[in-house]
């Protein structure tokens, strides 16, 4: 049974930080893509980025702007999303999601698994 499982969403104040965890649990996949969504209220999800685990190369949304950054740590089965410069509109609830491949497609259709979200809110 796969698992993700969020971590380290709050509040803070706009121009500030945050890191996120995503671990991973239960999957087989030899070759994976493991990526960070969010959804705001009344919104769509969104694609922010994802990585790929072995090797390690990311993709970003454009409205990322250098500001986020997502790390992986093989041994802990963990993916992060550090969230620097956050502004109020970076609000939103934070999902991980895994799927199978090499690509980083900015599709949720194309992601498997999903974690229950972690909820970030940015302050003006």
């Known amino acids: 049974q796969v698992q993700l499982a969020e971590s380290g969403g709050g509040l803070v104040q706009a121009g500030g930080s945050l890191r996120l965890s995503c671990v991973a649990s239960?999957?087989?996949?030899?070759?994976?893509?493991m990526g960070w969504f969010r959804q705001a209220p009344g919104k769509e999800r969104e694609f922010v980025g994802a990585?790929?685990?072995?090797?390690?190369?990311?993709s970003y949304a454009e409205f990322v702007e250098g500001r986020f950054t997502i790390s992986r740590d093989n041994a802990k089965n963990t993916m992060y999303l550090q969230m620097n410069s956050l502004k109020p509109e970076d609000t939103a609830v934070y999902y991980c999601?895994?799927?199978?491949?090499?690509?980083?497609?900015?599709?949720?259709?194309?992601?498997?698994?999903w974690g229950q979200g972690t909820q970030v809110t940015v302050s003006s």
């Open positions: 239960g999957h087989t996949f030899s070759n994976y893509v």
């Open positions: 999601a895994v799927r199978e491949g090499w690509s980083t497609p900015p599709n949720q259709y194309e992601y498997d698994f």
């Open positions: 990585i790929r685990w072995w090797g390690g190369s990311t």
